[in-house]
């Protein structure tokens, strides 16, 4: 039945009289209202179309550098455009298909070769393999009875991640995101110490205190409110003009908590800080957590992929000493969205312990299986998506060695970039980069030579707002800026993509020239 006879003839029988119309309901009764009539020919046909836009517009147009990057609309006409209005009345497939190709049209394609505005960019053809299967199977991860494959995966791939930290046991869990991984290990960490706070709140707590960077990810402060905690009790610690923390700063901050009256709990270390991408040290910074029975959470969400490098894993060196770590295989591994691991040292069944709550219809004891397996009572979500297959797919068609050279090759062009840029007249580097994130000012001509003048950093600070806007509405390229602390916008290119050449980095120069050339 083709779907507006079909809706013609449900309109139809919305117009009989009530007593004939229960009648129907009852014979309707035993049609299935499954999409497309349950028709499998039609079914294949329409996702066959699909795929073949998704592989032509998303994957193959949306990761060629002769294509743009993004088509900018200003939202009134997109939503035209998009015609989001939702109907009584079903459509054509016809119609459903150029729904497709225009959502694809007008999103951003962050696999692009331009795209570098993100801490996540690239497209892995087999971790979107994973990521379609995935969401074919709509499955959620918490038992083993309905995910059977996805929870041993999930166990191995973490184990995994756990050995690059450095640990041969422990446990973990992938979140929604480096934020609620983060949050998950405050809580934790408040748990470990006071359990009683599970069942009793924040009655039983002393006013706690938690230590990170003013160069952390704003996720701490989110947690702290969320948890409770609020946000006083996060003391920031300083930063050194690298933008690492400064471990002789936290011991200070430690012994002024502690003279307030507040319980010193939980340090927050970052590996690969959001806009400069430093690396707090985390030896001195275990040594202190050490020496006040602190535990230390490492924010590696960022960085943590660094670990895969034999070159250049030493920027993480003190990881293993961790109580949990965050790590984001979406970002630098691009594994796609979602991929963000808890990974814990611990072996005491803590976030089962903190976070249980023994679903009797979920997590039934007197199943036919090893109920250990049910890892859903670890965490606070019920249903969870199924996070472990893209990375578990992309990571047996590279290898190890594969990922390594990704990271590898990272850190080259992002060295490419600066050096290059040294050689040009116009671009300051906000300082030497330590990771792949590279940070400065494009001056413009106008500009050239004017350090002096008292006006110099508020008129520098106004450019990259403009080549924003410029590069986003011709669609040639994306990257962000943002002001930080006392400088004014700088631009910071994420060098992540694995298909990145050298040839796409000096097409960022040359459009950067060509868009500023009037400034
Ligand atoms: N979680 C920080 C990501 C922000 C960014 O991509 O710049």
Redo the contacts with the bound molecule.
Sequence with gaps: MSIPLKSFLLSYLCALPLALLSRKILMADSEALSSLAGDPMAVEALLQAVFGIVVDEAIQKGTSASEKVCEWKEPEELKQLLDLELRSQGESQEQILERCRAVIHYSVKTGHPRFF????SGLDPHALAGRIITESLNTSQYTYEIAPVFVLMEEEVLRKLRALVGWSSGDGIFCPG??ISNMYAVNLARYQRYPDCKQRGLRTLPPLALFTSKEC?Y?IQKGAAFLGLGTDSVRVVKADERGRMVPEDLERQISMAEAEGAVPFLVSATCGT?VLGAFDPLEAIADVCQRHGLWLHVDA??GGSVLLSQTHRHLLDGIQRADSVAWNPHKLLAAGLQCSALLLQDTSNLLKRCHGSQASYLFQQDKFYDVELDTGDKVVQCGRRVDCLKLWLMWKAQGSQGLERRIDQAFALARYLVEEMKKREGFELVMEPEFVNVCFWFVPPSLRGKQDSPDYHKRLSTVAPVLKERMVKEGSMMI?YQPHGTRGNFFRV?VANPALTRADIDFLLNELERLGQDL
Excluded: D, K, P
């Design positions: 505005n993100q801490l996540f480096g934020s990810h996720s959001t969400a960022w962000g994420v």
